[in-house]
């Protein structure tokens, strides 16, 4: 078997080539067909890594990892987190492995975190105001205590998902932290409505757009500088799951999810969500802000080829978050006990806007898919739990791949067009296992 360079890594291979690297990696002499190669020495080589033959072999699509070493290895830990993976330390950025993120209610312990610059010093909640001005009738500026008096209390279960979710998975690769699936989380949060703060305010007709600012500072230090501020149209604002957010898991909130206070726009790129918040200005324009502009959490109106340059007035912001799922239970990698063939499989599906209406696994890289049980989320923008029972034919290496369906009928695909910044990576989940004789 030809060994790797150590300092090129198997993700870099093959986003580089990945029919090239199915021939450095597992001794195939072409690599013009992987059907032949998968009959022949190059599946003994395979198997023979992965310690397991493979059953479903002839399914395989060419140039795919196998799930198996597609993993990635390295856990950090955070004061009041547990078992995140750090990204980047300045600004800190962490996301949770799959297997950790199978509870209903995501503990706010392992609860990704996203920053786009240096967290405020202090987040005191006593002496805090949050402001709400521009084109309102009566401009307010409101405590933590004045936003529970004065406004119904609500608690609701939303999942929050960055925008750059699943980036690492582009070829060829897009700038911004390599996020794999853990950039997602559906924590209980607790809070007053943003849109009846934003009616105690009087919404002005001229009114189309918010604007958010946070607390947080730039990384040059530079306080003339925002590290962030995006915005919603109206609509979204208005939505009566959109939330002024104050607890976390009946809590206060976490420092690093936006303690004491910050928006909650469940559904949308978690950027439009802001953390430490202390202004929301309403606008008769869409806010040209620090990130609203392209290609910041923007995509191409058309399809684009991989490493195409696109025109700034050729993107589009995103908005309503793509149908997602997760396999969180069990973790990739499982190897059942002998004399087990069946396995329970488990996760959560969600849709940005949209509701899931179906789950489907396969363990024979989609030549055939089985329904999977689906539950009704508790509440509109909370994600969903599927449960499905898999029974193995023989011992070997097998890939479970999920996938979800929307209501407006749109499916996870196997693979997702490229764009310039590696949003929006909906591609199904799919993990490893290895059943013994």
């Known amino acids: 078997m030809t060994r790797l ?13 990945p029919e090239r690297a199915d021939a450095l990696v597992f001794g195939r002499r072409t ?29 395989m699509p060419g140039g795919l990892i196998p799930a198996a070493l597609a993993q990635e290895t ?45 967290p405020p010093d202090s987040v005191d909640p006593e002496g805090w105001t949050v402001t709400i001005d521009g084109f309102v009738d009566t401009p307010l500026e409101l405590s933590l205590d004045d936003l529970r008096s004065r406004f119904e209390v609500v608690e609701y279960a939303l999942q929050l998902e960055c925008g750059g979710n699943g980036r690492a998975a582009f070829n060829p690769g897009a700038s911004g932290n390599q996020w794999t699936t853990g950039a997602v989380g559906n924590a209980r949060w607790t809070g007053v409505r943003l849109a009846d703060v934003l009616g105690a305010a009087g919404v002005q007709p001229q009114a ?15 306080p003339d500088k925002r590290p962030i501020s995006r915005g919603m149209p109206l609509w979204k604002a208005m939505n009566p799951y959109t939330l002024i957010a104050f607890e976390q898991n009946g809590a206060p909130l976490h420092p690093m999810n936006g303690a004491p206070v910050r928006i909650l726009a469940p559904g949308w790129p978690g ?24 290609p910041s959490y923007r995509v191409p109106r058309y399809p684009v080829a991989p490493g195409e340059e696109v025109p700034g007035a050729d993107f589009r912001i995103i908005e309503s978050m793509p149908v997602k799922s997760l396999i969180t239970a069990p973790a990739s990698g499982t190897t059942l006990p002998t004399d087990h063939r069946t396995l329970e499989v488990r996760g959560h599906a969600w849709a940005g806007d949209e509701h899931v209406t179906a789950m489907h696994v396969t363990t024979d890289f ?50 997702v067009g490229w764009n310039p910044k590696g949003y929006l990576n909906n591609a199904m989940h799919r993990i490893a296992v290895r059943v013994e004789v």
């Open 5 to 17: 360079p150590q300092e090129r890594g198997l993700h870099e291979l093959y986003a580089a080539d």
């Open 31 to 59: 690599y013009a067909d992987r059907r032949g190669f998968l009959r022949g020495a190059g599946l003994a080589t395979m198997s023979a890594v992965l310690g397991y033959t493979i059953p479903f072999h002839r399914g």
């Open 74 to 118: 390295g856990e950090f830990t955070i004061e009041g987190k547990d078992g995140l993976r750090v990204l980047n330390d300045r600004p800190l950025n962490a996301e949770t492995p799959a297997h950790l993120l199978d509870d209903d209610i995501t503990p706010t312990a392992r609860h990704f975190i996203r920053n786009n610059g240096l």
């Open 208 to 222: 189309i757009y918010t604007a958010h600012y946070g607390a947080d500072s730039h990384l040059s230090g530079d």
């Open 271 to 294: 950027s439009v969500s802001q953390k430490w918040l202390t202004r929301i200005e309403l606008r008769d324009q869409v806010h040209d802000g620090t990130k609203m502009g392209a």
């Open 366 to 415: 989609g030549q055939t898919w089985r329904e999977a049980a689906l539950e009704p989320p508790p509440n509109p923008y909370a994600w969903q739990r599927w449960r499905a029972q898999i029974e193995f034919p023989t011992r070997g290496y097998y890939e479970i791949w999920a996938r979800a369906i929307d209501s407006k009928g749109r499916m996870q695909p196997f693979t």
